[in-house]
Nanobody, 118 residues
Framework: QVQVVESGGGLVQSGGSLRLSCAAS????????VAWYRQAPGKQRELVTT???????TYADSVKGRFTISRDNAKNTVYLQMNSLEPEDTAVYFC????????????WGQGTQVTVSS
């Protein structure tokens, strides 16, 4: 069982920055792909960004050029650097850690709140 813990959320003004962290337990972190999702009040959870175990990344159009995902396998941690934040980025951000072999593990954190004021 892998434990996933997000941190780094908070309240920031429009145009500001935050860095979220996703820390996972276990010692084979390099075998997991990681994704960040977010869910705003009254809306469905949406995919924000992903990073494969090899470091390849994808981004939703709404965050391209503003958000950057990275990983440090030695620390079992994935980071989400969020710049030029907008009120529309307000949501609970969830980290998903998924083993590269389907069926060998898919884990979620409890989420961290990001609030961007205008």
């Amino acid at each position: 069982q892998v434990q996933v813990v997000e941190s780094g959320g908070g309240l920031v003004q429009s145009g500001g920055s935050l860095r979220l962290s996703c820390a996972a337990s276990g010692n084979i972190f390099s075998m997991y792909a990681v994704a960040w999702y977010r869910q705003a009040p009254g809306k469905q959870r949406e995919l924000v960004t992903t990073i494969t175990n090899g470091g390849q990344t994808t981004y939703a159009d709404s965050v391209k050029g503003r958000f950057t995902i990275s990983r440090d396998n030695a620390k079992n941690t994935v980071y989400l650097q969020m710049n030029s934040l907008e009120p529309e980025d307000t949501a609970v951000y969830f980290c998903n850690v998924r083993h590269v072999v389907a069926g060998l593990g898919n884990y979620w954190g409890q989420g961290t709140q990001v609030t961007v004021s205008s």
